[in-house]
């Protein structure tokens, strides 16, 4: 009898821990074949290249300036929520070309970067930007942070903590401020224990791809299936992608930049905003307080662009940026 209750036990241990992975996310740590470098591309960026930080490795690109001035700042990119870093794929190469150094890499949780088990709020993500740049120990005196959507409430954060390193913000619909949030229904079933879990991953995974697709300027456009591809290749390889995007919804408070805008806006550094004008999740209105906020700022608004505006609108981005640059080159 003893050993049928025992049996009985641990035979509901295995079913619950099976359900566990079934209904809300896998355990298990992002598995690689390679420590330090991939002997073949992951990304269209390389060479792509790993290092162990306090919470987990993560995945890099670094590309040095042919130069041998040691005045050049570096470029960083900082990409947002979901997306990894082949969100910035079609912008960062031009700048590798103009042989500026630069920087990217995956947010912890993203692309393949590892997945900690801790709450993923701003503070994590600013931590491990200050110590990638540690850990790498380059020596650059100064950074141009480039961030969009929450990776512009990253950057802020950083310039908030290491003023004296940032030398330029450039910010494409970055949250902070106000955004379009879910339904007051939808944040109070994720909330609850449990259950939470389950019905974000369901959300997740059963997208209404008519409602996605009008947050494109181009559905129809290769952009769009590159989207999606990104995100399937997430959940599939990657067995805390789901989990960290529901750590980041339930811990990042994505409104909460105002006081690190109010300490920047007294440093007075060059800062370039650029915005969609039908971007449906962070809403243009973001855009003209931004630029009234920062008064040392230039805004760009792009026509008929939304929230994937890095994808559908690169070459007018490009054209900004480069813009901005030569008008504050001497900073």
């Known amino acids: 009898m003893l050993f049928l209750i025992l049996f009985l036990i641990i035979l509901i241990?295995?079913?619950?821990?099976?359900?566990?992975?079934?209904?809300?996310?896998?355990?298990?740590?992002?598995?690689?074949?390679?420590?330090?470098?991939?002997?073949?591309?992951?990304?269209?960026?390389?060479?792509?290249?790993?290092?162990?930080?306090?919470?987990?490795?993560?995945?890099?690109?670094?590309?040095?300036?042919?130069?041998?001035?040691?005045?050049?700042?570096?470029?960083?990119?900082?990409?947002?929520?979901?997306?990894?870093?082949?969100?910035?794929?079609?912008?960062?190469?031009?700048?590798?070309?103009?042989?500026?150094?630069?920087?990217?890499?995956?947010?912890?949780?993203?692309?393949?970067?590892?997945?900690?088990?801790?709450?993923?709020?701003?503070?994590?993500?600013?931590?491990?930007?200050?110590?990638?740049?540690?850990?790498?120990?380059?020596?650059?005196?100064?950074?141009?942070?480039?961030?969009?959507?929450?990776?512009?409430?990253?950057?802020?954060?950083?310039?908030e903590l290491y003023p004296s390193r940032v030398l330029k913000l450039i910010l494409c619909c970055p949250a902070g401020l106000n955004l379009v949030k879910p339904s007051k229904i939808r944040m109070f079933m994720i909330s609850l224990p449990i259950i939470g879990p389950i019905v974000f991953k369901y959300v997740m995974k059963h997208h209404d791809d008519e409602k996605e697709r009008l947050q494109w300027a181009f559905p129809d456009k290769e952009y769009y299936e590159e989207y999606k591809n990104l995100f399937r290749l997430g959940c599939q390889q990657h067995p805390g992608y789901l989990r960290s995007l529901f750590s980041t919804l339930t811990n990042f408070n994505f409104e909460s930049s105002l006081k690190s805008i109010e300490f920047i806006a007294k440093l007075n550094i060059p800062i370039l905003i650029i915005w969609g004008d039908n971007d449906t999740l962070i809403p243009v209105e973001n855009a003209y307080r931004y630029h009234q906020l920062y008064k040392n700022s230039s805004l760009t608004i792009i026509p008929g662009a939304t929230h994937m505006l890095l994808l559908e609108h690169t070459q007018q981005i490009i054209d900004s940026i480069r813009d901005f640059f030569e008008k504050y080159k001497s900073n």
């Not at 790993?50 to 005045?71: A, C, M, N, R």
């Open 13 to 159: 241990c295995i079913i619950l821990f099976k359900l566990h992975d079934y209904l809300t996310f896998q355990r298990g740590r992002l598995s690689r074949s390679y420590d330090r470098t991939s002997t073949t591309p992951i990304t269209k960026m390389g060479p792509d290249q790993f290092i162990e930080l306090s919470f987990g490795t993560v995945h890099y690109i670094y590309h040095p300036s042919s130069s041998s001035s040691l005045s050049l700042p570096l470029n960083i990119f900082v990409h947002g929520y979901s997306t990894p870093m082949e969100m910035w794929q079609y912008i960062f190469p031009t700048f590798v070309k103009d042989n500026q150094p630069c920087l990217i890499y995956d947010l912890y949780g993203r692309g393949w970067s590892d997945a900690p088990y801790v709450p993923m709020n701003i503070d994590i993500f600013v931590c491990q930007l200050a110590e990638l740049l540690y850990a790498l120990n380059l020596s650059y005196e100064k950074y141009n942070l480039f961030g969009v959507s929450m990776g512009g409430a990253i950057i802020q954060r950083f310039t």
